[in-house]
């Protein structure tokens, strides 16, 4: 609750006690919360008080305004450690997010001079190319387009493509998955990755791509992907 007789101002007061109710769920993802008049009357505090209060949130990434429909509450961000390899699929699941897919295409193609390059063959060499809406809770999490060498990994199918790549890589063909490299970049959306991934024109992104090995550094998948920045965050731990 608000003290007015606390050294702590009443607008960082405020923005505690709204966290609070994110935190404890009382005010739920996607929920809107009350209007400016109502904090300020519920708490007898002016509304440019609560007005800084809610900027502030705003900024912080823990509410979002509509224009037109008010303030709500933000979706968590899903969080990924950078040291470990995990797929889409595997990270999900470990905090309780259920995971799936939409697929958009899936081709055999002639790997042009850079795919080659990347994955280690012959240019002109055939690859799969599968592209697909990456879903968390069935929300769009990302658009992913992946190149895999189809001699390296015989037999993918639509079917099992749109499962997790890398069970079907260590339980089917028994291969084991040694490292990746990861490359990060800022970018903003364009129409069509504003329309898959449900978003504005404009608002941030995080490009991504990964390089996946198997024992003797041999690259067995290259993926390109386009996550939404307000939906992501990469944790790494650094030590001296």
Same mark, same amino acid.
């Given at each position: !609750?608000i003290n ?5 101002p009443i ?5 505690e ?5 994110i ?20 708490f ?7 007005r800084?209060?809610i900027n ?19 979706k ?7 040291q ?7 990270? !999900? ?6 995971? @799936? ?9 002639h790997? /042009? ?6 994955l280690?063959?012959?240019e002109n %060499? ?12 069935g @929300? ?16 993918l ?6 499962? @997790? ?5 260590e339980? /089917? ?8 490299t990861?490359?990060? %970049?800022? @970018?903003i ?14 608002d ?11 024992? /003797?550094?041999i ?10 920045? /307000?939906?992501y965050?990469?944790?790494?731990? !650094?030590?001296?």
């Amino acid at each position: !609750m608000i003290n007015k007789n606390s050294p702590v101002p009443i607008y960082h007061q405020l923005e505690e006690y709204i966290k609070q109710q994110i935190e404890n769920g009382i005010l739920q993802e996607e929920a809107v919360i009350p209007s400016e008049r109502e904090y300020a009357q519920t708490f007898q505090i002016s509304r440019m008080t609560v007005r800084q209060a809610i900027n502030n949130l705003v900024i912080e990434g823990y509410l979002t305004r509509q224009k037109g429909r008010g303030t709500f509450v933000k979706k968590k961000k899903v969080e990924q450690e950078l040291q470990g390899m995990t797929s889409f699929t595997e990270n !999900m699941l470990s905090r309780g997010i259920n995971p @799936s897919s939409t697929l958009l295409s899936f081709q055999i193609i002639h790997a /042009d001079k850079k795919t080659a390059f990347d994955l280690k063959i012959e240019e002109n %060499e055939s690859v799969y190319k599968i592209k697909r809406i990456r879903l968390a809770d069935g @929300s769009p999490m990302a658009i992913e387009t992946a190149y895999i060498p189809v001699e390296l990994v015989p037999g993918l199918t639509e079917e099992n493509s749109n499962l @997790s790549l890398y069970q079907y890589i260590e339980e /089917d063909l028994s291969l084991t998955i040694s490292e990746a490299t990861q490359e990060i %970049e800022a @970018s903003i959306a364009g129409s069509v990755d504003a329309e898959i991934l449900e978003i504005t024109i404009g608002d941030p992104l995080l490009l991504i791509k990964r390089i996946s090995y198997l024992l /003797d550094e041999i690259p067995f998948e290259l993926v390109k992907s386009t996550f939404r920045a /307000d939906r992501y965050r990469f944790i790494h731990t !650094m030590k001296r």
